[in-house]
């Protein structure tokens, strides 16, 4: 069965500064698909960026990017210039392209932005 | 374009009750699935329905049942509520069995007394 860690419960950082959170996963498997969803209070999960497994450039949406460590089945997500909007509960999800539509997610990583 | 849409977004139920969850997906989606989050947790996945039919489960009690309509929107049904079943229930849906980015709704609270 995968398994996705988030190792980081709570993160923060200063406005316009830089933050990486942390996730590792566990599978047997070698199509799937890697995602970072962002959860602000209000609770609706936002897509913030995804990454297929037999890609090996990294991908980046604007401030954020991941560094994808397949072999070492590692997928941290960088945040750049961060904002106060940024400030949200961050999931790391797994899915596997054989079980589509199963989102395994981590414990999550609370981020908090000083100003 | 309208993104997933659930309702309602808050509910009480008195432990023992059923509730009915419902969910429309993302339009040009056809799969629907569905998470349970409790507070402070991951979200966890109980089932999804692609043409109709239940196609993969959670680890997840028969309590839990749910139901596809022809124009892809979804149902969500607990029977037998328990005071553990209070949680956030949110919606995903996507294109071809969710072998494609995922999409979630804003959830339905749910507090059982």
């Known amino acids: 069965a995968q398994t996705v860690t988030q190792s980081q419960p709570e993160m923060s950082v200063q406005e316009a500064e830089t933050v990486t959170l942390s996730c590792t996963y566990d599978t047997s498997e070698s199509d799937y698909y890697l995602f970072w969803y962002k959860q602000p209070p209000s609770r609706q999960m936002i897509l913030v960026i995804r990454?297929?497994?037999?890609?090996?450039q990294n991908a980046t949406e604007n401030r954020f990017s991941v560094n994808f460590q397949k072999a070492a089945k590692s997928f941290s997500l960088k945040i750049s210039d961060s904002q106060l909007g940024d400030a949200a509960m961050y999931f790391c999800a797994f899915l596997s392209y054989n079980q589509g539509g199963k989102l395994i997610f981590g414990q999550g990583t609370e981020l908090s932005v000083k100003p | 374009d309208a993104g997933v849409t659930q309702s309602p977004t808050h509910l009480i139920k008195t432990r023992g009750q059923q509730v009915t969850l419902r969910c429309s997906p993302k339009s040009g989606h056809d799969t629907v699935s569905w998470y349970q989050q409790a507070l402070g947790q991951g979200p966890q996945f109980i089932f999804q329905?692609?043409?109709?039919?239940?196609?993969q489960r959670g680890n997840f009690p028969d309590r839990f049942s749910g139901h596809q309509f022809p124009n892809y929107s979804s149902e969500l049904n607990v029977n037998a509520l328990l005071l553990g079943d209070s949680a956030l229930y949110l919606c995903?849906?996507?294109f071809g069995q969710g072998r494609n980015t995922i999409y979630f709704g804003e959830g339905s609270w749910l507090t059982v007394v």
């Open positions: 990454q297929e497994a037999y890609k090996q």
């Open positions: 329905y692609y043409e109709e039919e239940e196609r």
């Open positions: 995903a849906s996507s």
